[in-house]
């Protein structure tokens, strides 16, 4: 939607501005109504296209927002998975009756410790609640029992999987304001030279 608003621009106003060359006229105000607005609105022609270019930096971020958070899905997914084999081989003993069984529990609950101490410096920009949030969920023990890492480990990805929701949600309202302004932008440009 915005490559076809752009390059309508490029086609009335010069497609040099498809490759960053000048604008022609570039003082010239355009004039043009946005829904639901009374009378019209005037602009630089440079001034909206700075503002168009601009929408393009929020939409390649957005973009990329889209992609992280998917890689991030699928690591939480593959976390709840892991932890659910590592629930099966205890129940098997497996593991509580391996000689190195308290080292494996120990190993798994830093590993999991360390992705949640990354995951917050991701997504929780605030440094005192992040570190409450370490200390309180995975507190430093130096042995690790199997009940604690079970309840840190269950926490961490139930609090994963929550911040992974609430983001798609923020991200599909960021595409949807998007969206609505593109649309916008091409119902007001109708007829602008």
Known sequence: MWAQLFENLADQWGGQIRYGGELELPTQLIE???DGQHGHDEITRIDFLRFIRRLSDDI??????????ALTGQAVAMAR????????????SEIRLASNGPEIIKELYFE???????FLSRHEFDKRRRGRLIRRNYPYRASPN???????ANYFISFCETAVADAKSDLTRQEDLMKSILESLARAMDGVV
Do not use: M, N, P, W
């Open 32 to 34: 043009f109504k946005l």
């Open 81 to 92: 998975s892991a932890l659910h084999a590592f629930e099966g081989a205890v129940d098997t």
């Open 112 to 118: 999991f410790r360390e992705i949640y101490v990354e």
């Open 146 to 152: 199997l009940l604690e890492f079970q309840c840190a």
């Open 60 to 69: 390649d971020t957005h973009e990329s927002a889209v992609a992280d958070l």
